[in-house]
Structure formats: structure tokens, C-alpha cells
Nanobody
């Protein structure tokens, strides 16, 4: 059984920065990809960023390229999302995900953390 616990969400002004963290319990060594998805009110859940196990290759949504950076620490079983130059459109619940492939989520989800960007 794998559990994912996110932290780091909150209220931030446009142009500011925020760092999300996700810590996994249980074995994640078999997972191909870990990542972050988000869901705004009335919208479908969408991929934000994903990263391969060796942290060499990452995949980003076009809307966040150049502003967000995903990283992982396999020793700590953690994945991070550094969000810089945030925009009001980034407001959403952000979910940690494990076990998927690029552009497709895996079966394991965190409970979500709210990010609100004020203009």
C-alpha cells in the first residue's frame, strides 16, 4: 500500500513563489513516474509536471514551462514542485501522483493541497 501526503499549499500573490512537497510511504521504487496534477473548480484534473525515477527526464504542461520545476529525492521518497512567478490561473487543488506514465496518471493519489493565487 502506498500513501502520498502533500504539504506546502496556501495563499500567494501573483508573481510570488510556493513550494509543494509530497512524501510517500511504502515502496515507490517500482513506479516509473511521479508527478503533480491539479484541478480547478469546474475543470478537469490536468497534468502539471512529472518526473522519471532517476530525475533525468521531466515532463511539463505548456502552461507552467519555465515557471515550475519538479524534483525528487528517492532516498527521502519525496517529490517537490517549485512554483515561481505564479499566476491567478494556477489556483487549484494540487495532487501528488505515483505509478503512471508521461501524461497519464498512476493509481496512487494524495489527498490534495489547495493553492490560491491572488491578483
Amino acid at each position: 500500500q502506498v500513501q502520498l501526503v502533500e504539504s506546502g499549499g496556501g495563499l500567494v500573490q501573483a508573481g510570488g513563489s510556493l513550494r509543494l512537497s509530497c512524501v510517500a510511504s511504502g515502496s515507490i521504487f517500482g513506479f516509473n513516474v511521479m508527478g503533480w496534477f491539479r484541478q480547478a473548480p469546474g475543470e478537469q484534473r490536468e497534468m502539471v509536471a512529472q518526473i522519471m525515477p532517476r530525475a533525468i527526464i521531466a515532463n511539463y504542461a505548456d502552461s507552467v514551462k519555465g515557471r515550475f520545476t519538479i524534483s525528487r529525492d528517492n532516498a527521502k521518497k519525496a517529490v517537490y514542485l517549485q512554483m515561481d512567478n505564479v499566476k491567478p490561473d494556477d489556483t487549484a487543488v494540487y495532487y501528488c501522483n505515483a505509478g503512471g506514465s508521461f501524461n497519464s496518471p498512476g493509481e496512487f493519489w494524495g489527498q490534495g493541497t489547495q493553492v490560491t493565487v491572488s491578483s
